[in-house]
């Protein structure tokens, strides 16, 4: 059973930045890229940055472009969130998921963590 959790999350002032992780307990050639996602109160969930295992290729929802990085360590199957310049739209619950193949939808998904960006 594949396994995700994530860590990090808590509260930040507005302006400040925050990382949070998320370990995979799984072989790295099963993963072909790893998400985050985030879920604000009363709303959907939304994609918010993903990078490829292999070639390291990333992609960014536009609200958070030039804020927030992802990263990944490939021994450890940890995928990172680094969010700078954090706004108090960002707070969410932030979810990691991974993804197995190209095509279709992220397989696994974490149980999520809390970030609250004050005002």
């Known amino acids: 059973q594949v396994q995700l959790v994530e860590s990090g999350g808590g509260l930040v002032q507005a302006g400040g930045s925050l990382r949070v992780s998320c370990v995979a307990s799984?072989?790295?050639?099963?993963?072909?890229?790893m998400g985050w996602f985030r879920q604000a109160p009363g709303k959907e969930r939304e994609f918010v940055a993903s990078?490829?295992?292999?070639?390291?290729?990333?992609n960014y929802a536009d609200s958070v472009k030039g804020r927030f990085t992802i990263s990944r360590a490939n021994a450890e199957t940890t995928v990172y969130l680094q969010m700078s310049s954090l706004k108090p739209e960002d707070t969410a619950i932030y979810y990691c998921?991974?993804?197995?193949?190209?095509?279709?939808?992220?397989?696994?998904w974490g149980q999520g963590t809390q970030v609250t960006v004050s005002s």
């Open positions: 799984v072989r790295s050639f099963r993963i072909y890229r």
């Open positions: 998921a991974l993804k197995e193949a190209a095509s279709g939808q992220y397989n696994y």
């Open positions: 990078i490829t295992w292999t070639g390291g290729m990333t």
